[in-house]
């Protein structure tokens, strides 16, 4: 019932940029929290980014400064600015939101993810 679609994955020169993009649609009350994740072979899926319906933010340590998320909530869209991107972030990354449907259940999504690549 709901349906989250990510853009803005590429490939891109270290000290880049990109900005991705997830957008969600569905019978849609709230969207609580957003969240960038992403996941390199052969490591865990990390934490990039969250964001909470009041606009806080969290960041992993390894992206503050560089990256930064915001949310469109006329859009039910969460964005992921990334600046000065290095090889180590290339991965497949991922959004994930809490929805809260319309019948007031509370479910988590995920995108199927965007690989971003990072290479000279």
């Known amino acids: 019932q709901v349906q989250l679609v990510e853009s803005g994955g590429g490939l891109v020169q270290p000290g880049g940029s990109l900005r991705l993009s997830c957008a969600a649609s569905?019978?849609?009350?709230?969207?609580?929290?957003m969240g960038w994740y992403r996941q390199a072979p052969g490591k865990e899926r990390e934490l990039v980014a969250t964001?909470?319906?009041?606009?806080?933010?969290n960041y992993a340590d390894s992206v503050k400064g560089r990256f930064t998320i915001s949310r469109d909530n006329a859009k039910n869209t969460v964005y992921l600015q990334m600046n000065s991107l290095k090889p180590e972030d290339m991965a497949v990354y991922s959004c994930?939101?809490?929805?809260?449907?319309?019948?007031?259940?509370?479910?988590?999504?995920w995108g199927q993810g965007t690989q971003v690549t990072v290479s000279s």
């Open positions: 569905g019978s849609i009350f709230s969207i609580n929290v």
């Open positions: 964001i909470t319906s009041g606009d806080s933010t």
């Open positions: 994930k939101m809490l929805v809260v449907v319309l019948n007031r259940y509370g479910y988590q999504y």
